[in-house]
């Protein structure tokens, strides 16, 4: 059963460009959402996080949107660089599951030169 | 330096044999989790464990087993019984508690079988 749903599965902007992903949950006992990236051969780091209480979180080029009533999160990345090029994936964490997340299909985000 | 290891880096395994992913933390982390990554599906949860001696399966545990018997090790074991194993496999581990939610990634392990 897929809880968070991921979309694009993959993404090619042009750089300066602005990248935005997107996420829907089904759950509402959800309540921490963190976008991870991973380079190729790497496992995930932390990228930026939110949770509900708040519709918007902006760390540098980093903003996530997130929208409680239609229970979705996006992912924006503005001014796009080569260097962001990587696999992204949003997470939803059950306030009940302790540190467990569920994890989206992720996106594959190509940022050309 | 504070981090988690996997190893080795590349597995090659014959079918039908069992074979163990090794995953270390020195973060001094209460949980420890390991996933398996395919292609256009995420991340699937295979087991987690949230203290020393005690572990759950998550949602695709069929044909895998774990142990925890240090905090600092969680290693899982790819038995014959899993259908189709090949995948990249990743470790991580996070604090404990409603505020503590980072998972923290090691490197991965990339199984095939032969």
């Known amino acids: 059963q897929q809880q968070v749903k991921q979309s694009p599965q993959s993404l090619i902007v042009q750089k300066g460009g602005i990248s935005i992903i997107n996420c829907a949950y089904e759950n509402t006992a959800f309540d921490y959402f963190p976008w991870y990236q991973q380079f190729p051969g790497k496992g995930p780091a932390l990228l930026i996080a939110?949770?509900?209480?708040?519709s918007e979180k902006k760390e540098g080029r980093f903003t996530i949107s997130f929208n409680k009533s239609a229970k979705q999160f996006s992912l924006h990345i503005m001014d796009s660089q080569p260097g962001d090029s990587a696999t992204y994936f949003c997470a939803a964490r059950r306030e009940t599951s302790g540190s467990r997340l569920t994890f989206g299909e992720g996106t594959q985000l190509t940022v050309n030169p | 330096d504070g981090g988690i290891t996997q190893s080795p880096k590349y597995l090659f395994r014959k079918e039908g044999q069992n074979v163990t992913l090794s995953c270390e933390q020195n973060l001094n982390h209460d949980a420890m989790y390991w996933y398996r990554q395919d292609p256009g599906q995420g991340l699937r949860l295979i087991y987690y464990s949230q203290i020393v001696n005690d572990f759950q399966k998550g949602d695709i545990a069929e044909g895998y087993s774990v142990s925890r018997e240090k905090k600092e090790s969680f290693p899982l074991t790819v038995t014959s019984a899993q259908k189709n194993p090949t995948a990249f496999y990743l470790c991580a581990s996070s604090k404990q508690g409603p505020t503590h939610n980072e998972q923290f990634f090691g490197p991965g392990t990339r199984l095939t079988v032969l």
């Open positions: 939110i949770r509900p209480d708040v």
